[in-house]
């Protein structure tokens, strides 16, 4: 796994619709209306938030390894995939990230667990004081309550935490590598986790590739530990780790007053904000919300005909859009993609219900 190639699997997604730092923008988790629409039109929700401190000179020297070896090109800011990168296209791994569920809250979980690893490796060595590998006072505070819930910390009970970890990392359909990369990163008695520099070395792969494996594999692990029933102990390991809600808090606030009966543009005067921030606050709550009344926006018959042009133009650019639908608003037409490019969602009007 690299990040060019990552960004060459984005790309092919926005090809010919945006410009190359869309992508960055969405790998760093940009919360701006043109990033979380990209999300939804694009289906790219796995990529959202999965590297929140990447740094756009690392960025552009993937775009730039991608630019030499011919796989996309640049034209007038907007980025298309050419032929030779659709042929690589073909031969990369179908990611299994899930960044809009978790957008960086998997390390949270992970320096749960390694904390919760190397306390009960101590007491297994009859050592209860020592320095503990986490510094961050909610996550200690988190695993001390964790740890008196449970009631024991004796062989029996680190016995069930290794074979539930055991059980769902081989489950979770890691590959080698990932199962290596997130078992050295443990540490415990006497053992420090392995660094990534050591990591690097003995397994001859890039650091940063090594933190994309490292990203995935949270991923799929928490995935398979909020799937079954299997893991009780882990369970509780992953407790908040999944976003609670999608919205912003600005959005929030706007979906309240909505919901309270306030027209857009009472919520615009009401909260001092320009009714293109309304309108973004609303597309998101679309986006995010099954319930959103879209008939009080737009009727179905213009729905279906969009979506349908969209699909036919083979674009979701509303330049394009707007020049086939000149009596609909720029506003209605995001609303209307957001609807249609939901996975396996079909637009319904809450009138019917």
């Known amino acids: ?48 938030c999965i590297l929140p401190k990447l740094q756009t000179e690392v960025f552009d020297e993937a775009v730039d390894e991608l ?7 640049i034209k007038e800011e907007v980025v298309h995939l050419t032929d030779k990168g659709k042929e690589v296209l073909h031969t990369l791994p ?8 978790y957008r960086g809250r998997e390390h949270v979980f992970f320096s749960r667990l390694s904390l919760i690893v190397q306390t009960l490796s101590h007491f297994r060595a009859g050592v209860k004081s020592f320095m503990p590998m986490q510094n961050d006072y909610e996550i200690q505070l988190f695993v001390k309550e964790f740890l008196l819930k449970q009631g024991r910390l004796d062989q029996a009970f680190s016995t069930q935490l290794f074979q539930q970890l055991q059980q769902s990392i081989e489950q979770s359909g890691m590959s080698d590598e990932q199962k290596v990369i997130l078992v050295h990163r443990l540490g415990g008695y006497h053992k420090a986790g392995w660094t990534w520099k050591q990591l690097s070395d003995e397994m001859t792969i890039k650091p940063f590739t090594l933190t994309l494996y490292y990203i995935e594999s949270l991923h799929m692990l928490l995935e398979t530990i909020s799937q079954s029933s299997q893991y009780p102990i882990l369970t ?17 606030k706007t979906k ?30 679309s986006n ?11 009727s179905s018959i213009d729905v279906d005909a969009v979506v349908a042009k969209s699909k036919e133009l083979g674009t979701k650019r509303l330049r394009l859009l707007k020049a086939e639908f000149p009596t ?13 490019s939901k996975e396996g969602a079909e637009w319904k009007s809450n009138q019917s219900c």
Request: aromatic share 12%; glycine share 8%; hydrophobic share 40%.
């Open 67 to 73: 630019n030499q070896a011919g796989y996309i090109s």
């Open 1 to 48: 796994m690299d990040l060019s190639f990552l960004l060459l699997t984005i790309i092919s997604r926005l090809d010919g619709e945006r410009s190359i730092y869309a992508g960055l923008h969405l790998l760093r988790g940009k919360r701006s209306g043109q990033t979380l629409q990209d999300v939804e039109y694009y289906s790219l929700k796995g990529f959202f």
């Open 256 to 285: 309240e007053l909505f919901e309270r009966g306030m027209s857009m543009q009472e919520i615009s005067r009401l909260r001092h904000l320009k009714m293109s921030t309304i309108e973004d606050h609303f597309v998101e709550i």
């Open 94 to 101: 179908q990611y299994q990230f899930n960044g809009w569920d």
């Open 328 to 340: 609909l608003t720029y506003f209605q037409l995001r609303l209307i993609l957001g609807a249609g």
């Open 288 to 298: 995010n919300d099954q319930s959103f009344p879209m008939e009080e926006f737009v």
């Open 236 to 252: 509780e390991t992953i407790k908040d780790i999944k976003v609670l809600t999608y919205l912003t808090e600005s959005t929030s």
